[in-house]
């Protein structure tokens, strides 16, 4: 069983900084971020490949987030700049898919407990 533990979450000022770290107990050729906001849908938000050789990234944080592994920790990172009182939400690692270039939620089957993020305005 695939094991996914989030860390890094907690409460910032807008304008502020966070990283995010997600261990995954074995290895995933893809790997990426979702965010849930209380009464909106999961959004998916960045995805990585092995190698970060190519990662992808929703319109509402390019810029201002960079996802990024380190294959030799099983290691993903969500660096979080410019943060927005929008950001606000539960932040969830998820693994397991193959081959997809897309950030939808039913192509991951493994997912994290979730680290919540707070801004503040």
């Known amino acids: 069983q695939v094991q996914l533990v989030e860390s890094g979450g907690g409460s910032v000022q807008a304008g502020g900084s966070l990283r995010l770290s997600c261990t995954i107990s074995g290895y995933s050729r893809r790997m990426a971020w979702f965010r849930q906001a209380p009464g909106k849908e999961r959004e998916g938000i960045a995805l990585i490949v092995t190698g970060g050789v190519a990662t992808l990234y929703a319109d509402s944080v390019k810029g201002r987030f960079t996802i ?20 606000t939400g539960m932040y969830y690692c998820a693994a397991g898919a193959t081959f997809t270039w897309r950030l939808v939620s039913s192509d991951f089957p493994y997912w994290g407990q979730g680290t919540q993020v707070t801004v503040s305005s």
Request: aromatic share 4%; net charge negative; glycine share 0%.
């Open 68 to 87: 990024s592994r380190d294959d030799a920790k099983n290691t993903v990172y969500l660096q979080m700049n410019s943060l927005k009182p929008e950001d």
